[in-house]
């Protein structure tokens, strides 16, 4: 479809009628990305007072476990307040939702974590959202109405499966299945993006680079239609990048989010991972839960009056970073994402290990060896790793020794590993692949 007519016949009349005024609030998004410090700390000032007011009056959690904290005038009031766990925000939901659930959409999310949640936003967190994420994708070069090849899940129900199709169609998508990545699959996907001719690729990092390894092995050419790459979900490791990078010619942007909050930090054309602290507020916290400058992620949102959440922790862990960005955007800068909680690898003796360590494992091997095309590591036990791998042709058996010594290094020599060979390797609910997964 002609970006002109997705953009201002289907995109932006679709959204209103959902009652999301995207278009309203771009300019305020475009502005906020240069405003000064004092703008910044004034705004995450007032619009946190604003949530933690709403959400003391109006949801029955937020008024009982917020009772003892006094009212909020300063920064430092509502850093006394408590922190929200996951666990928290599954257990309490009902007390945590307020009136406002009634006309919000529903998310459900968390699933990747084995415990779903069901949680509303409003069409105004929403509208909100989709401006600052619009807003990012124009650092890639890319506006409303573009068409986009999305790698991602596929609904399995015949409803939502034809649900996502009309989406797609409104949103000027081509999908491409992250659960069926076998030859035949992306020799057609190839075949099809190349007819779509789409203006950027969208999502999961293992699904996207699984087409441009097949695409580098083949010889093919990237599609000129294709400006930028846009990553999403899942870590996007330097290998990944540099592959993507380069086989496509273009530019990589990450992005980072979760479910329960949506869009909370892009790259822009620095390769920086700005927040979208118009939206949200981010705090990173050392384990006595004070301010530090590496730690795990905390966020509130500012908007979502339909489940609150206030100082909700991602079990992400990420750093900042004190230097100003060359782009000149003033929106803070995340020094990286160093993993989630829940993928690490954890020893009996209490140690806790990056999956970036090990994923570095099988990355060095594979610039050497090419030896398999794809591979994940599950914690099964405490004591007890299986490391599923899709074999290439060169694979020989003396990196099964490598592979077990090279663990063995990173983790702990008691460690038990292991191997099991497959032709294809399972993905969570959504289409997510967890290239580190822990089963404790
Ligand atoms: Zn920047």
């Avoid at 917020?66 to 766990?85: R, V």
């Avoid at 990012?136 to 409303?144: F, L, Q, R, V």
């Avoid at 999403?232 to 530019?251: G, H, P, Y």
Wanted: a positive charge; aromatic letters at 12%; hydrophobic letters at 35%.
């Amino acid at each position: 479809m002609n970006k002109f007519i997705s953009k201002f016949f289907f995109y932006y009349p679709v959204t209103l009628i959902n009652g999301e005024f995207i278009a309203f609030y771009k300019p305020f998004y475009e502005k906020f990305q240069h405003a000064s410090s004092a703008e910044q700390s004034a705004y995450k000032q007032q619009k946190l007072k604003n949530i933690v007011d709403f959400s003391k009056k109006n949801s029955a959690f937020y008024s009982q476990s917020f009772a003892k904290n006094s009212d909020m005038k300063s920064i430092s009031d509502f850093e006394s307040l408590p922190f929200l766990s996951k666990q928290d925000l599954i257990k309490n939901i009902n007390l945590i939702n307020t009136s406002k659930r009634r006309f919000a959409k529903v998310k459900t999310t968390g699933g990747s974590t084995g415990e779903p949640v069901k949680l509303f936003k409003t069409a105004d967190a929403l509208a909100r959202e989709r401006a600052a994420t619009w807003r990012a994708y124009s650092w890639a070069g890319i506006g409303i109405g573009d068409k986009q090849g999305r790698f991602w899940g596929v609904p399995h129900s015949r409803k939502n499966s034809f649900k996502a199709k009309l989406i797609d169609t409104i949103a000027n998508r081509f999908r491409i299945s992250a659960f069926n990545l076998s030859e035949a699959s992306l020799e057609l996907y190839y075949g099809k993006l190349k007819a779509y001719q789409p203006g950027y690729l969208y999502g999961y990092v293992s699904a996207i680079h699984t087409l441009t390894k097949y695409c580098m092995d083949k010889g093919y050419a990237p599609i000129e239609s294709i400006k930028a790459i846009i990553t999403t979900s899942e870590v996007l490791s330097d290998k990944a990048r540099k592959d993507i990078k380069a086989f496509w010619d273009v530019n990589v942007f990450n992005e980072y989010g979760c479910g329960e909050v949506g869009s909370i930090a892009h790259e822009c054309e620095f390769g920086r991972l700005h927040v979208m602290s118009d939206n949200l507020h981010v705090e990173i916290i050392d384990k006595d839960g004070k301010s530090a400058k590496t730690g795990e992620i905390v966020v509130t949102d500012y908007y979502n009056r339909a489940t609150p959440l206030i100082r909700y922790k991602l079990g992400d862990f990420a750093s900042w970073s004190d230097e100003p960005c060359p782009c000149g955007r003033t929106l803070p800068v995340l020094g990286g994402i160093h993993g989630r909680a829940y993928d690490l690898i954890k020893t009996s003796s209490g140690r806790e290990i990056h999956p970036e360590s090990v994923i570095y494992i099988f990355e060095e091997l594979q610039t050497k060896y090419a030896a398999f095309k794809q591979f994940q590591i599950v914690q099964v036990e405490i004591d007890r790793l299986e490391i599923r791998i899709i074999k290439s042709e060169a694979w020989k058996d003396e990196i099964e020794v490598l592979i077990n010594t090279a663990i063995k290094r990173v983790i702990d020599e008691s460690i038990r590993i292991g191997f099991i060979y497959c032709i294809e390797l399972g993905r969570e609910k959504s289409g997510k692949m967890r290239v580190v997964k822990s089963m404790l």
